[in-house]
């Protein structure tokens, strides 16, 4: 059937503006993939792009002054923690190699004698917290083996029995004296177990009771007299003997005191002999070995070597008989921090930062329903293990732990870490007690997060944030697509087909990875460095090749992995195109219509985003209220869309308002709009609406458009072009199939952003289906319309007859009617 003169002169305007069938995808040259499997290449030892971060975290972890910690942007799944994992070793390496390396030490808490609540905090060299801790353990067993020798052994006993003999003579002395002096008044003393009884004596033999009662007023006083004298007598010699008693203890005391010095001073020499150079560790055996001597007794009821009891509460201050349940407590070391298995540097990286797992906890214990605990019930947390070294932290994961992130600010500026009770974070009661020295702290912070973290921190915590992270490393999502990094990319497929355990690929189905690579992007000349996605691709492309049974992973399953992912994930895009073949959604893609055009839109779902063509219409009519947003009117649009729509009346107001003020009242919708417009990529398809509306002059309903403009008239570009091209390509597909006059227009910026599909490109190429591409509002307007757009004269005038002679024909009948309307009201009037 022969086409009308008025389409072929459509075709004619719109051919300049195709886009050939090459320039809608990455058209890949198999020459610069010199290999034809993967498994012939050498696995990925480095980072793809990234210069600029890789620099920036090398220099954070080189500058070693307060402050220069590391914040490290990028979106997920570009490599910044591997990144950082390398960089980190790399300079540990070089450090090591230079001598410049840090001394890291272990650190243990031990018990405090001034105050039993504040565990004391000692640092000792890498690797001596557990020697510490097993001659601290062996010390107390061989004191409690060797004690109870001692004080049994015939020396010690010799002079235990001397000193007896001696205060068993005084205070036979004294009881000696008090016998004479009763004696002498006639009286008996007589030893009983309730203590002295002293009685008169009748005849050589004790007066009876009866005697006593018989006997006369005068001499019943006299013995009574005598009686009291003696009494007093008797309680002298009591005290006496009471103070020669606790004389007797006492230089018992410190018999075996003297005795257990010299034992004391030989079970801690191998400890003392070990601490010369760390005073803290010397004071504390000074105390400990007082401990003992003080409280000797525990170690004399010991039959046998006792193990040492963990983690029992501690009792009274020293010098008292026991320390709580367990008064062997104080031979108990905590190795908080035990770095005998690092080599080098500590590198710590915590993926679960909540208040315990950063700055340690202090655990309890319920005894006789109380919570106890001690200073072996400390436990560390990441800045205890990563002191010295390097500490790695996600963003995100600190700021949702209550009080992580306030913690981590005060922890790096006052460089040492407690250990200590979240109680005022959590909101939660906790029974306080101990309150353990704090650890000073030396260590390099480096938080990873997105953009808009960062961005959140420096505007709403700038105070603290600049001054404790000073660099800033920031990963690209993408690199150049050039020979170099294809190779790279080939190698990094080689790499994670090992440590994965992969098949090999192909030389087409790498090509088909990289094409992924460069749509993840939309750009022909960039890679993604999203290498997560990447790793996500060859695991699928590989389950598809190994259930069809072949040896390596071909072109067609990369293809198909990618098919069936987006089949997974496009219920919603479905649905949307049945009820555009339904009549549900009101869309047409063949014929004209005034006032009426295909927008297209991008759907977002997450992890899924398709495009879809949405009919916009306008409405022009005489009046003043100018242009009027429906889904403004109706709080369905956001702010960027708002923009658009205000443009327009920039645009038309230069274009045909120069020399007359534009009267219009014009309304614009998105037909079947439920859900809310943003953006300002559909300003260029509203003025396309507004212009038909005004000019009177048709659209092709077979041409959807995408496209933001300024006030100029300039075409300007938008994101989300593959999806869009493919959106309108699948409806026109599904509704009433290819005519080969379908298309899109794109701004002409966004073709190097064309990836699209294999399909689409094909039908492109077959020429059943088109993409235009446009700089201004005019080129669009004639691919759209079939007529010129027409270019305005040096007095303002456009040529007759084209699409914006005829707009500025319809601005002066409406400006005509308006000033006649108000001349005919005003007449009235008068």
């Excluded at 008996?188 to 203590?195: D, M, N």
């Excluded at 003043?624 to 038309?652: C, F, Q």
Aim: charged share 25%; hydrophobic share 40%.
């Amino acid at each position: 059937m022969p086409r009308s003169r008025k389409s072929r002169t459509s075709d004619d305007l719109a051919a300049k503006y195709l886009v050939e069938w090459q320039k809608t995808t990455w058209i890949r040259d198999m020459n610069i993939l010199a290999f034809k499997c993967t498994d012939e290449l050498v696995p990925l030892d480095r980072f793809i792009g990234q210069d600029r971060a890789q620099e920036a975290i090398r220099f954070g972890l080189e500058i070693d002054k307060p402050g220069y910690n590391l914040f490290v942007t990028g979106l997920t799944g570009t490599g910044k923690t591997s990144a950082i994992k390398a960089h980190l070793q790399s300079v540990v390496d070089d450090l090591d190699s230079q001598e410049q390396r840090r001394p890291i030490s272990d650190w243990v808490y031990v018990h405090s004698f001034e105050d039993a609540d504040r565990p004391k905090a000692i640092s000792l060299p890498r690797g001596a917290g557990k020697v510490y801790r097993q001659q601290f353990s062996g010390a107390l067993r061989t004191l409690q083996e060797e004690i109870p020798k001692m004080l049994k052994s015939e020396s010690f006993a010799a002079q235990l029995r001397s000193q007896e003999e001696t205060d068993r003579k005084a205070t036979q002395e004294l009881m000696n004296g008090l016998e004479l002096a009763a004696k002498a008044a006639n009286f008996a003393v007589q030893l009983t177990p309730s203590g002295i009884t002293i009685f008169p004596m009748t005849e050589d033999r004790p007066m009876t009771p009866d005697e006593y009662q018989a006997l006369e007023a005068e001499p019943k006083k006299a013995i009574d007299e005598v009686r009291t004298q003696l009494m007093q007598h008797t309680q002298d010699t009591m005290t006496k003997i009471r103070e020669l008693e606790k004389a007797s203890a006492e230089r018992i005391q410190e018999l075996e005191r003297s005795a257990g010095h010299q034992l004391v001073d030989q079970v801690f020499f191998d400890l003392h002999a070990l601490s010369q150079e760390i005073p803290e560790m010397q004071k504390y055996l000074s105390d400990l070995s007082g401990y003992v001597l003080d409280n000797i007794n525990l170690f004399k009821e010991s039959e046998g070597p006792a193990p040492l009891v963990v983690g029992m509460p501690p009792g009274p201050a020293p010098g008292g008989a026991a320390l709580g349940i367990n008064p062997f407590l104080p031979f108990d070391i905590n190795v908080l921090v035990d770095n005998s298995a690092v080599e080098k540097l500590p590198i710590i990286i915590e993926p679960n930062p909540n208040w315990g797992n950063l700055f340690g906890r202090i655990e309890r214990r319920a005894i006789m329903g109380a919570y106890v605990s001690d200073h072996a019930m400390l436990k560390p947390g990441a800045a205890h293990l990563a002191n010295g070294g390097y500490l790695v932290l996600n963003a995100r994961d600190v700021l949702m732990a209550p009080g992580a992130w306030e913690g981590l600010k005060r922890t790096i500026r006052n460089r040492e870490v407690r250990l200590e009770d979240p109680a005022e974070q959590t909101g939660f009661f906790i029974p306080q007690g101990l309150r353990p020295e704090p650890v000073p702290l030396d260590l390099k912070v480096i938080v990873t997060g997105d953009e808009s973290i960062y961005r959140l921190l420096t505007s709403s915590d700038n105070e603290d944030f600049w001054d404790l992270f000073k660099v800033k490393a920031e990963f690209d999502y993408r690199v150049d697509l050039n020979e170099e990094n294809m190779m790279a990319y080939c190698s990094f497929i080689c790499r994670t087909c090992e440590d994965e355990g992969l098949l090999a690929f192909e030389a087409e189905g790498a090509a088909r990875v990289l094409e992924f690579g460069a749509r993840q992007v939309s750009d022909q000349n960039k890679l993604s460095t999203r290498f997560g996605q990447i790793k996500d691709l060859l695991i699928e492309a590989d389950y598809w090749a190994r259930k069809d049974d072949f040896k390596t992973v071909q072109e067609h399953h990369v293809r198909q992995a990618i098919n069936q992912k987006v089949y997974r994930l496009s219920l919603v895009e479905e649905r949307i195109r049945e009820m555009v073949s339904d009549g549900s959604l009101l869309l047409d893609v063949t014929g004209e219509a005034v006032g009426q055009i295909n927008g297209l839109a991008v759907y977002d779902l997450g992890d899924f985003s398709f495009g879809r063509p949405t009919r916009i219409t306008a409405q022009t009519f005489a009046g003043r209220e100018g242009l009027i947003n429906i889904e403004r009117e109706a709080l369905m649009s956001g702010r960027t869309h708002d923009k658009g729509v205000l443009i327009l009346s920039g645009y038309l107001g230069a274009k045909f308002g120069h020399d007359r003020p534009l009267t219009l009242s014009a309304s614009l919708c998105f037909e079947q709009s439920y859900d809310g417009v943003d953006g300002d990529s559909a300003s260029s398809t509203e003025i396309y609406a507004l212009s038909s509306s005004l000019s009177g002059l048709p659209l092709r309903q077979d041409i959807a458009v995408t496209g933001s403009v300024n006030q100029m008239g300039e075409i300007q570009p938008i994101g989300g072009v593959n999806q869009k091209v493919e959106g309108m390509f699948d409806v026109c597909r599904a509704v009433s199939g290819l005519t080969g006059t379908q298309g899109v227009i794109i701004p002409h910026q966004n073709v190097k952003n064309l990836m699209l599909r294999d399909d689409v490109v094909e039908a492109i190429k077959e020429g059943k289906f088109h993409v235009y591409a446009v700089k201004t509002i005019d080129e669009g307007l004639e691919i759209l319309t079939g007529k010129t757009a027409g270019e305005a004269d040096a007095s303002g005038a456009f040529p007759k007859d084209s699409v914006n002679y005829l707009i500025a024909k319809r601005f002066g009948e409406l400006n005509d009617s308006m000033r006649g309307y108000f001349q005919g009201v005003f007449a009235n009037g008068s």
